[in-house]
């Protein structure tokens, strides 16, 4: 696959392999555009959150080459990934939050860790929480929350430093539809500030409520483009 200067995310015939078992990622090829949204679709075992720990750096692949942000990542040392991580926000299906940490505190923790002072982080925090409904549960801890409460408070932390990309594994998969369709409109908010936004889902219904995005399809490891997403730099205007 040729180069672009103007991606953001770049795999070539990326495989990936847990031990000796057979791949659960093969040739995996793909250019994510800065400013574009993706839904990353496909089966339960299709390998879609693999593929999404090999976007948020939590996993090195096999085989084959990534570029992010401009620089070759194979060749990076491990103490230089948290830099990168830091430019990611990631939405997990388990949310993993900080337990001892109220909402507010965990919402906070990305600002506090780039270095932004207190005085300058309570109002985002707090339009964050309150944004997501939650702003009345900013004292309550991850475990006297429900699920979909923890959910929300796992996408605030995800988007409140603005990442250049944002990886979401099954966002909505805790809450109602209604919540559902206000964290997509979310997310294009954040999208349409430029951050590139990469949702994997098996709903085929979310596909739908956001037509400017384009989809990447996982069957058994193996990526299908059924909008032309890996094919051409997306036509939108940012």
Avoid: C
């Avoid at 994510?32 to 390998?47: D, I, K, N």
């Avoid at 570029?67 to 230089?80: C, K, N, S």
């Avoid at 309150?130 to 009345?136: A, E, P, S």
């Avoid at 989809?215 to 059924?226: E, Q, V, Y």
């Amino acid at each position: 696959m040729s180069g672009s200067e103007d991606s953001i995310v770049q795999f070539d015939n990326v495989g990936l392999r847990y031990g000796t078992d057979r791949e659960v990622l093969s040739d995996i090829s793909f250019t994510l555009y800065p400013g574009s949204f993706y839904f990353l679709t496909g089966a339960s075992g299709a390998g879609k959150t693999s593929m999404l720990k090999l976007l948020y750096l939590a996993q090195r692949p096999t085989r084959g080459a990534i570029r992010m942000f401009g620089h070759d990542l194979i060749t990076q040392p491990r103490h230089a990934l948290p830099e990168f991580r830091r430019r990611i926000g990631t939405v997990f299906q388990d949310f993993r939050l900080i337990p001892h940490l109220s909402a507010f505190d965990n919402v906070a923790l990305p600002l506090r860790v780039s270095g932004i002072s207190e005085s300058d982080i309570q109002k985002p925090v707090s339009d964050m929480l309150d944004w997501v409904g939650l702003d009345h549960r900013r004292d309550a801890r991850p475990a006297t929350l429900s699920g979909g409460e923890q959910q929300r408070v796992a996408i605030a932390r995800a988007v409140i430093a603005r990442p250049e990309i944002l990886v979401a594994d099954e966002p909505t998969g805790n809450v109602d539809p209604d919540m559902a369709v206000k964290l997509l409109r979310l997310f294009e908010a954040l999208n349409r500030l430029g951050t590139t936004v990469v949702v994997a889902t098996h709903d085929v219904q979310l596909l739908r409520k956001v037509p400017d995005s384009l989809i990447m399809r996982l069957d058994k490891g193996a990526l299908s483009d059924p909008t032309g997403a890996l094919r051409y730099p997306p036509r939108r205007g940012m």
